[in-house]
């Protein structure tokens, strides 16, 4: 490998897993760019007080094709290699999937294969589970659906709801995320 991987990081919202990754930053990758489709996201305002390039655009008004084709003009004008997903809210078409393909990573919060989707940690408390945790994967055309690079567990404590339940579990989120990507950028 010649110099640290060149990351993308893609968010929609307060960006605390970017914030983690852009901390653990060095040897093995550096993150070139942060993107939002989410203009006002909090994650976007964190990076660019820090000297980080940042992309924003909504796809409102322009639709998905335009969208993506700017956002993929946008990181590899960056010179980005690959692609983090954290806490991006939007469904990557199946082209833009295949333009990066075995170059995006997602973090989902559930132990996948369990709760693709959305209200993991309630469905999770809902099922009765005794733990519960969060999952780096390889990012396909199905939803939550590529290889899973690494999981970390939590247990569910009597009294939980999907807030503490989240809580713990992103805790775990900041940690695995950055190790993960490393080991997967140099495996
Ligand atoms: C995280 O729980 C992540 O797993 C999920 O959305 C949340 C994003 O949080 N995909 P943040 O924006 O990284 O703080």
Request: hydrophobic share 45%; with cysteine.
């Amino acid at each position: 490998m010649s110099g640290p991987a060149k990351i993308a990081i893609l968010v929609s919202g307060r960006g605390s897993n970017m914030q983690s990754l852009v901390k653990a930053a060095g040897d093995v990758y550096q993150v070139v760019v942060v993107a939002s489709d989410k203009p006002e996201a909090a994650g976007l305002a964190w990076a660019r007080e820090r000297g980080i390039p940042t992309f924003a655009l909504s796809p409102k008004g322009i639709g998905k094709i335009a969208y993506e084709a700017a956002l993929d003009g946008a990181l590899r004008a960056a010179g980005a290699e690959y692609i983090a997903l954290a806490g991006y809210m939007r469904l990557l078409s199946d082209k833009f999937v295949a333009d990066w393909r075995g170059r995006i990573v997602n973090i989902h919060p559930s132990l996948l294969p369990k709760y693709k989707g959305l209200d993991t940690h309630a469905r999770a408390i809902e099922a009765g589970d005794a733990e519960a945790g969060c999952s780096i994967h390889l990012v396909t055309e199905e939803l939550d659906g590529g290889e899973v690079l690494g999981q970390a567990r939590v247990p569910i404590l009597p009294g939980d709801d999907a807030e503490t339940l989240a809580a713990r579990v992103l805790a775990e989120e900041h940690r695995l995320y950055p190790r993960v990507l490393a080991e997967w950028l140099t495996r």
